[in-house]
């Protein structure tokens, strides 16, 4: 059998958003200002637990990797045991390497002196550097290997299964924070499907609050197109 599903690529196109915009800031912040590098360190945060943002990067990075552990590598290490084994391995060196950022960042906003919180910003930088070198060769491992061996596996409707139970252990402010993210990642085509396939199954408020997300948040143009295609 070889379905069309893919559980991993639109989540790790808002993914790979969130750490462009994440990369810009970290390289345009002024360490010098202290306002500035607190709001960076809050945003930098490591554990959805304590964090006072629900769009925190940290810990919607390393919570993805949590899903995928939980939801989808029990499933798919029968058939590819070793990819599997070797994806848990690249999520532990993530983990560790979030959470020296997390500290770092943390440490950073509490340095007294200029001099030092510039040194320090820019070794947070070279941090976020090496996290994201690593995160974004080990989403395209995911995309390029794991997606087919989970199409030759599972039929679509396991695999849809399978985004529902990672959905359904979502706090809504994080799916709503991770969706305007998304949306704004997705082309035409990924969109019409996505929102045309909550439009058929989801309670109309949630639809509702999907609908808003991607009003606030994609491109006008070609939000419109979308809205012309799925019919809402
Ligand atoms: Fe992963
Ligand atoms: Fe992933």
């Given at each position: 059998m070889t379905g069309k599903e893919d559980l991993f690529t639109p989540v790790h196109k808002g993914l790979r958003a969130m750490m462009y915009d994440l990369s810009t800031r970290l390289q345009t912040t002024?360490?010098?200002?202290r306002v500035a590098t607190q709001a960076l360190a809050t945003d930098l945060e490591v554990d959805f637990a304590i964090?006072?943002?629900?769009?925190?990067f940290l810990c919607a990075f390393a919570a993805h990797a949590h899903d995928e552990e939980k939801v989808v590598f029990p499933r798919s290490a029968a058939a590819a045991n070793a990819l599997v084994s070797e994806l848990i391995r690249d999520h532990q060196g993530l983990t560790r390497r979030e959470l020296e950022i997390g500290e770092r960042a943390r440490g950073l906003a509490s340095l007294s002196s200029r001099e030092e919180r510039m040194a320090a910003g820019i070794h947070l930088n070279q941090l976020a550097n090496d996290l994201f070198a690593a995160y974004f060769a080990h989403m395209n491992r995911e995309e390029t290997e794991l997606v087919p061996v989970m199409r030759e596996h599972f039929t679509d409707a396991e695999q849809a299964q399978m985004r529902g139970a990672i959905i359904a252990g979502f706090q809504p402010d994080r799916l709503f924070a991770l969706l305007g993210w998304m949306l704004p990642a997705l082309n035409v085509s990924e969109l019409t499907d996505l929102i045309g396939s909550v439009k058929a199954g989801a309670p109309p408020p949630l639809m509702k609050a999907v609908a808003e997300i991607g009003a606030a948040r994609v491109d006008a143009d070609r939000w419109a197109v979308v809205r012309q295609n799925v019919g809402i």
């Open positions: 002024d360490f010098t200002d964090a006072r943002s629900a769009g925190c």
